[in-house]
């Protein structure tokens, strides 16, 4: 079992950047394969991000291509999200998980999760 913290959530204005981080844990972090999901009020928890054990490989959403990146630091077991040029519309709480096996996009492939931390994106 892996236990997962986000951090780094807060006020942004439109066209500015935050940093995302999630520390891992538990069982050794670098067996997991990690994403990060966003969820706004009143929609459905949504992918964002994924990366596999070793970092070698990374996946986003269309909506956050080109603006976010994903990695992880497995000697400090801890995955980030970098985000920039935000937008209103990424607004949401943001969530990291955790799976063994490779990366995934389904929210329901992954079997651990933290609390989440709010990102508000003000236009």
């Known amino acids: 079992q892996v236990q997962l913290v986000e951090s780094g959530g807060g006020l942004v204005q439109a066209g500015g950047s935050l940093r995302l981080s999630c520390a891992a844990s538990?069982?050794?972090?670098?067996?997991?394969?990690m994403g990060w999901f966003r969820q706004a009020p009143g929609k459905e928890r949504e992918f964002v991000a994924a990366i596999t054990w070793s970092g070698g490989n990374t996946y986003y959403a269309d909506s956050v291509k080109g603006r976010f990146t994903i990695s992880r630091d497995n000697a400090k077991n801890t995955l980030y999200l970098q985000m920039n040029s935000l937008k209103p519309e990424d607004t949401a709480v943001y969530y990291c998980?955790?799976?063994?096996?490779?990366?995934?996009?389904?929210?329901?492939?992954?079997?651990?999760w933290g609390q989440g931390t709010q990102v508000t994106v003000s236009s």
């Open positions: 538990g069982r050794t972090f670098s067996a997991y394969a």
């Open positions: 998980a955790a799976r063994l096996g490779g990366r995934a996009t389904s929210r329901g492939d992954y079997d651990y």
